[in-house]
Nanobody, 115 residues
Framework: QVQLVESGGGLVQPGGSLRLSCAAS????????MGWYRQAPGKQRELVAK???????NYVDPVKGRFTISRDNAKNTVVLQMNSLKPEDTAVYYC?????????WGQGTQVTVSS
């Protein structure tokens, strides 16, 4: 059973930074595509960034140049470094894993950007 545990959310002022981490278990991590999604109140869940097993990363336009996704295959973790945060980045952020044709979600972590 694949399990994902996120950490690192919180409250930050506009322009600040947060680092989200996701620890995975129950998977051959190096063969797993990992990603971060977010869901703001009243909105659909949306992809933020993803990183394939080889390390190539993709980002949605609103976060390009501000967010960086990375993975450590030795530690089975994926990290989302978020800089220059804006109020519109406020959402619950979810870690996602795609493994052997199935998708798995973490429990989510709240990120609030407010002064």
């Amino acid at each position: 059973q694949v399990q994902l545990v996120e950490s690192g959310g919180g409250l930050v002022q506009p322009g600040g930074s947060l680092r989200l981490s996701c620890a995975a278990s129950g998977t051959i991590f190096s063969a797993t595509t990992m990603g971060w999604y977010r869901q703001a109140p009243g909105k659909q869940r949306e992809l933020v960034a993803k990183i394939i097993s080889g390390g190539t990363a993709n980002y949605v336009d609103p976060v390009k140049g501000r967010f960086t996704i990375s993975r450590d295959n030795a530690k089975n973790t994926v990290v989302l470094q978020m800089n220059s945060l804006k109020p519109e980045d406020t959402a619950v952020y979810y870690c996602y894993a795609a493994y052997r044709g199935f998708g798995y979600w973490g429990q989510g972590t709240q990120v609030t950007v407010s002064s």
